[in-house]
C-alpha cells in the first residue's frame, strides 16, 4: 500500500477519532496497554532479531540502547498509556472565551489537528508513545520508524491496531509505513492536504532533512547540545552531583549534558572532583587548555566537540571568565533545547535564564529533567527547540489546534 493510500485511510479514521469521547478513547488507551503486556513475548522475539541485526550490522552502543527491550521496559511503556488515560481529554477545553458587545458568544476550543506523520529513529517506545498521545488528542498517526527497528514496530503496531479495533475505534488510527525504502519518507514530506503535520524525532541529520524538504508543516525537535554552567557563586558539591547526573543519568538522550562550563573563579574547586567522579563513570573529557591542567586524561576539545551532541560518554569541558562568557558559548553552540546553572546567586541564575534562549533552562537542577513525564504532562511526542505553536515538551495539547465557534441569535454585521 503506498503512503497516499495509507494517509488517505488516517484520514477517514481522524474524522471518526475527532468526535470519539473521552471514555472511548481512554478504553483504547488501556486495551492497548494490557494487549502490550499481553503479547510481550512476540514483541521481545521481534526485537531480539532488531538487536541480532544491530550488533551484527556495527550499531554502536547508544543506539542499541534505545532500540532494546525487554519485559521492564514494555510494562513501562504499557504503565505510559494507563497513565495517559488518567490526563485530562484536551478535545474540547475552552482555551478562551467571551460575549462580544452585539451579544454573540466567543469560544475557542482545541480540535484534533487530524493526520500527524512521525518520523524518528531506533526507539520502539517512540511508536507506542505516538500512537497514544495522538490517539488520545484524536489525531491518526502515521509511524515512520527506522530499518534498524523495522521487526519492534511492525510487531509493536500489529499490537496496538489490534487492541484499537477492539475497543471500537478504526484500526487505522494507528499505521506503520514501510521502512526498508526511502521512498516513504519522501511520500509522506510530500503528503501536503493528507497529512497535517509532520514530527521528526532523531539526529540532526534526520531533522534537518525533514525540515528542508518537507511540503507539510513541520514541528521541529530537539537536537540536544545541553550545557551546565557551574558559576563562580555555585556549591561545589551540589555542582559535581548535577553536572555528573545531566551526563550520565541516561547517556543517549537530547536532554543530557553534552558540554559543561566552569567559571574560572570556581575551576579549582570544582574540576578535580567533578573530572574524578567523571572518569570514574567511564566518561572521556574534551577540555581546553585549562582543563587539561587538572587531569592527563583530557583530551584537547576543538570546535568540533563544542558542537558535538555527543549521545555516548563524552562531554566538552571549558573553563570561562564571567557568566557573559558563558552565555556568549551557549549562543555559539547551543541548540536551543536545555541549558542549566549551578548558582547560589539569585542574581546570577535571574540573568542566566533572562539571557539563555532554549526551551527549557534549569537552575540547580539537572538538565535530564527536561522530559514530559517529569513535568508532569504525561507521555510526549518529543521536544520542540522551535518558536511556533509549541516549544519544550509537548504533551497533549500540544498535539491540538483550535477553532473559534460563534453563538448567536440572529446578528447581523
Known sequence: MSVVEQAQRARTAAAELAVAT????????????????????????????????????GLNAAVLDRLALDT????DIADALRQMAALPDPIGEVVRGSTLP?????????????????????????????????????????????????????????????AVAGAGLPADSVQLLDATTRDSVKELMRARGLVD???????AALIRTVVEESTVPVIETGVGNCHVYVDAAAD???AVAIALNAKTQRLSTCNTAESLLVHAAVADAFLPPALAALAAAGVTVHGCPEVARYSAAVLPAT???????????????AVVNSLDAAVAHIRR???????????????????????????????????????????????????????????GPMGLPELTSTKYVVTGDGQLR
Open 22 to 57: 473521552r471514555s472511548v478513547k481512554d478504553a483504547a488507551l488501556h486495551a492497548m496497554a494490557d494487549a502490550l503486556v499481553a503479547r510481550t513475548p512476540e514483541i521481545l522475539a521481534a526485537n531480539g532479531a532488531d538487536l541480532a541485526a544491530g550488533r551484527e550490522g
Open 303 to 317: 570546535d568540533e566537540d563544542y558542537a558535538t551532541e555527543y549521545l555516548s560518554a563524552d562531554i566538552s569541558v
Open 333 to 391: 553552540y547551543g541548540t536551543g533545547h536545555t541549558e542549566a546553572i549551578v548558582t547560589d546567586s539569585q542574581p546570577a541564575a535571574r540573568e542566566f535564564v533572562a539571557r539563555v534562549d532554549a526551551a527549557a533552562v534549569m537552575v540547580n537542577a539537572s538538565t535530564r529533567f527536561t522530559d514530559g513525564g517529569e513535568f508532569g504532562f504525561g507521555a510526549e511526542i518529543g521536544i520542540s527547540t522551535q518558536k511556533l505553536h509549541a516549544r
Open 72 to 75: 521492564g521496559r514494555v510494562a
Open 197 to 203: 503535520v509532520l514530527i521528526p524525532r532523531g539526529g
Open 236 to 238: 561545589v558539591s551540589k
Open 102 to 162: 452585539n451579544g454573540l458568544e466567543l469560544r475557542q476550543v482545541r480540535v484534533p489537528f487530524g493526520v500527524v506523520g512521525i518520523v524518528y529513529e531506533a526507539r520502539p517506545n517512540v511508536t507506542v508513545d505516538a500512537a497514544g498521545i495522538c490517539l488520545k488528542s484524536g489525531n491518526a498517526v502515521l509511524l515512520r520508524g527506522s530499518s534498524s527497528a523495522a521487526q519492534s514496530n511492525a510487531a509493536l503496531v500489529a499490537v496496538l491496531r489490534d
